[in-house]
T-cell receptor, first 109, second 115 residues
Framework: EDKVVQSPLSLVVHEGDTVTLNCSYE??????LLWYKQEKKAPTFLFML????IEKKSGRLSSILDKKELFSILNITATQTGDSAIYLC?????????FGQGTELSVKP | GAGVSQSPSNKVTEKGKDVELRCDPI?????LYWYRQSLGQGLEFLIY????????KSGLPSDRFSAERTGGSVSTLTIQRTQQEDSAVYLC?????????????FGEGSWLTVV
């Protein structure tokens, strides 16, 4: 059975902290791994990763994929209150998106 | 059911035909969302139902798209006169929409191919 597991499920930090969110997966016919940020209704696309070891970076956010160990991490440095959201990891396989449950990040001032 | 259920999982249709995609949310979840994702793209919000409130249809790309939710549970997304650009994965999600967490749970999607 396909499985995408995110950890931790929730996290509370203070502004300026660095956080690492984890996503592990077990799927058949892996195609890509995607990260989303969900603040209200529509998750916002962050990264799509297809190759191992190549870091994707956007501002204070970065992500990397390890296809051997079947996991990905999302790093956020110098966190801000605006980073508070649910972060979703999804794996694309066999024409479907399999999502993890999300990590709820709360950044306190 | 235990999770959000969508059907069909795959649908190939001819251009110009109408299609209906069904979503059965998690029991007790008052919020239901439809998203669309084309390959390599992020999730595109389509429509949002919350309880008995009027749905937020702001994401529907054209008047060929409509959705309804009967009895506050099952939802149907209808695409009329399908076009090739409608080919995508259509994702349904539901959430409790109360409390601080408000995690959304997605179904596995309906993969639509318009030929």
């Amino acid at each position: 059975e396909d499985k995408v597991v995110q950890s931790p499920l929730s996290l509370v930090v203070h502004e300026g902290d660095t956080v690492t969110l984890n996503c592990s997966y077990e799927v058949t016919n892996f195609r890509s791994l995607l990260w989303y940020k969900q603040e209200k209704k529509a998750p916002t696309f962050l990264f799509m990763l297809t190759s191992s070891g190549i870091e994707k970076k956007s501002g204070r956010l970065s992500s990397i994929l390890d296809k051997k160990e079947l996991f990905s991490i999302l790093n956020i440095t110098a966190t801000q209150t605006g980073d508070s959201a649910i972060y979703l990891c999804a794996v694309e396989a066999r024409g479907k998106l399999i999502f993890g449950q999300g990590t709820e990040l709360s950044v306190k001032p | 059911g235990a999770g959000v259920s969508q059907s069909p999982s795959n649908k190939v249709t001819e251009k110009g035909k109408d299609v209906e995609l069904r979503c059965d949310p998690i029991s007790g979840h008052t919020a239901l969302y439809w998203y669309r994702q084309s390959l390599g793209q992020g999730l595109e919000f389509l429509i949002y139902f919350q309880g008995n409130s009027a749905p937020d249809k702001s994401g529907l790309p054209s008047d060929r798209f409509s959705a309804e939710r009967t009895g506050g549970s099952v939802s149907t997304l209808t695409i009329q006169r399908t076009q090739q650009e409608d080919s995508a994965v259509y994702l349904c999600a539901s959430s409790l929409a109360k409390g601080a967490r408000n995690t959304i749970y997605f179904g596995e999607g309906s993969w639509l191919t318009v030929v």
